[in-house]
């Protein structure tokens, strides 16, 4: 399952795909398909399929590089958190506010991916393995417990998420398009959970066996994590905005059969002449996100994205399809500095 330099090629394929996709649904606008629109409370669309794909398959990649020392993994989440604040510096002050402290927001995907990557990595250097499963389960079983004593699922301000957000950190420093900040401090407990099921999927890659037989037993944590969340959701609905543990559990067994079915079709079929856009993607990853949303800010600061839609509308006045080729822009656009260091065979490191 490894391909060249010892790197698992299907992996970087889902991971490029994973971005590609997180790029096409940041990009969308009001007037988008609803399956590339967040679902607004309980419920799953495709949008909603992306952050957790990308926490997964990290938990594999820390999983896979189980070395370093503290203190390179507390500067990478630094410089990880001060690159969102930066970016999102950048777009209040090209909305002309230059001093936005009173209102700054704090949280954001960004600072979810580096909080997640801090516990896991410190986690998976120096905790047994065996215990990632356990530590897993009891992050999920007590957020759990929270969520059902602190009226988890209420979509107002008295959600224990938003209790807990706006006493932390100050109402003025959340997202305010929903009472409950998706990237909140408590909701990031089962999103580490999550990543943690990303790293035990990164230990059954890893163990001395022959890839079918890795590829099948992947297939079965997959289908067992999807359908416990499956099950789990009867009670506790799938529920992106809290992280709710069915959500987490049914996207993560998503995740590793995807995984799954790519190392079969790429690493064990060798079905590989269509790999190489997601490879670009896929070998900075992180890099290109942070482009993508930089970008993103610039041109809906400076009035290019109005512009462009209002274009691309025009020409296409059926909205859904003209949202979805503004999309796909920014993806094309991105690929491009994708492809160009991939050629060149530079790879970012953060």
Same mark, same amino acid.
């Given at each position: 399952?490894?391909?060249?330099?010892?790197?698992?090629?299907?992996?970087?394929?889902?991971?490029?795909?994973?971005?590609?996709?997180?790029?096409?649904?940041?990009?969308?606008?009001?007037?988008?398909?609803?399956?590339?629109?967040?679902?607004?409370?309980?419920?799953?669309?495709?949008?909603?399929?992306?952050?957790?794909?990308?926490?997964?398959?990290?938990?594999?990649?820390?999983?896979?590089?189980?070395?370093?020392?503290?203190?390179?993994?507390?500067?990478?989440?630094?410089?990880?958190?001060?690159?969102?604040?930066?970016?999102?510096?950048?777009?209040?002050?090209?909305?002309?506010?230059?001093?936005?402290?009173?209102?700054?927001?704090?949280?954001?995907?960004?600072?979810?991916?580096?909080?997640?990557?801090?516990?896991?990595?410190?986690?998976?250097?120096?905790?047994?393995?065996?215990?990632?499963?356990?530590?897993?389960?009891?992050?999920?079983?007590?957020?759990?417990?929270?969520?059902?004593?602190?009226?988890?699922?209420?979509?107002?301000?008295?959600?224990?998420?938003?209790?807990?957000?706006?006493?932390?950190?100050?109402?003025?420093?959340?997202?305010?398009?929903?009472?409950?900040?998706?990237?909140?401090?408590?909701?990031?407990?089962?999103?580490?959970?999550?990543?943690?099921?990303?790293?035990?999927?990164?230990?059954?890659?890893?163990?001395?066996?022959?890839?079918?037989?890795?590829?099948?037993?992947?297939?079965?944590?997959?289908?067992?994590?999807?359908?416990?969340?499956?099950?789990?959701?009867?009670?506790?609905?799938?529920?992106?905005?809290?992280?709710?543990?069915? !959500?987490? $559990?049914?996207?993560?067994? /998503?995740?590793? *059969?995807?995984? =799954? &079915? #790519?190392?079969?079709?790429?690493?064990?079929? %060798?079905?590989?002449?269509?790999?190489?856009?997601?490879?670009?993607?896929?070998?900075?990853?992180?890099?290109?996100?942070?482009?993508?949303?930089?970008?993103?800010?610039?041109?809906?600061?400076?009035?290019?994205?109005?512009?462009? !839609?209002? $274009?691309?509308?025009?020409? /296409?006045?059926? *909205?859904?399809? =003209? &949202? #979805?080729?503004?999309?796909?822009?920014?993806? %094309?656009?991105?690929?491009?500095?994708?492809?160009?260091?991939?050629?060149?065979?530079?790879?970012?490191?953060?």
């Amino acid at each position: 399952m490894e391909g060249k330099g010892g790197r698992i090629l299907s992996l970087d394929v889902l991971r490029g795909l994973t971005v590609a996709c997180m790029i096409l649904v940041n990009n969308g606008t009001a007037d988008s398909f609803p399956a590339l629109r967040h679902a607004v409370w309980n419920g799953l669309t495709l949008s909603d399929m992306v952050f957790p794909f990308f926490l997964f398959i990290m938990g594999i990649s820390i999983h896979f590089s189980r070395k370093g020392k503290p203190g390179q993994i507390l500067r990478r989440t630094g410089i990880i958190i001060l690159i969102c604040w930066g970016i999102r510096y950048v777009e209040y002050a090209l909305g002309g506010d230059f001093l936005p402290w009173a209102h700054f927001r704090l949280t954001g995907v960004l600072v979810r991916i580096a909080l997640c990557y801090l516990a896991a990595a410190l986690l998976c250097l120096y905790a047994p393995a065996r215990l990632l499963p356990w530590l897993s389960g009891m992050l999920l079983a007590g957020y759990t417990m929270l969520l059902l004593c602190g009226s988890g699922y209420a979509q107002d301000a008295s959600n224990i998420l938003s209790v807990a957000d706006r006493a932390l950190l100050g109402e003025a420093h959340l997202y305010h398009k929903s009472p409950v900040d998706p990237e909140g401090l408590l909701s990031t407990l089962p999103a580490l959970a999550h990543t943690l099921l990303g790293c035990i999927c990164g230990r059954m890659l890893k163990r001395d066996a022959s890839l079918p037989e890795r590829l099948r037993r992947m297939a079965l944590y997959g289908l067992i994590l999807a359908g416990a969340g499956l099950l789990l959701s009867l009670w506790l609905p799938l529920n992106k905005r809290i992280w709710s543990p069915s !959500y987490a $559990l049914f996207t993560s067994g /998503c995740c590793a *059969l995807l995984l =799954a &079915a #790519l190392g079969w079709l790429v690493d064990l079929r %060798g079905c590989r002449g269509w790999t190489p856009f997601f490879e670009a993607f896929g070998r900075n990853a992180l890099a290109i996100y942070i482009l993508s949303e930089l970008l993103s800010a610039v041109a809906g600061q400076t009035g290019f994205s109005d512009w462009l !839609y209002g $274009l691309l509308s025009g020409v /296409c006045p059926y *909205l859904p399809a =003209a &949202a #979805l080729l503004y999309a796909f822009f920014f993806v %094309g656009i991105n690929w491009l500095v994708a492809y160009i260091l991939y050629r060149k065979r530079i790879f970012v490191k953060i």
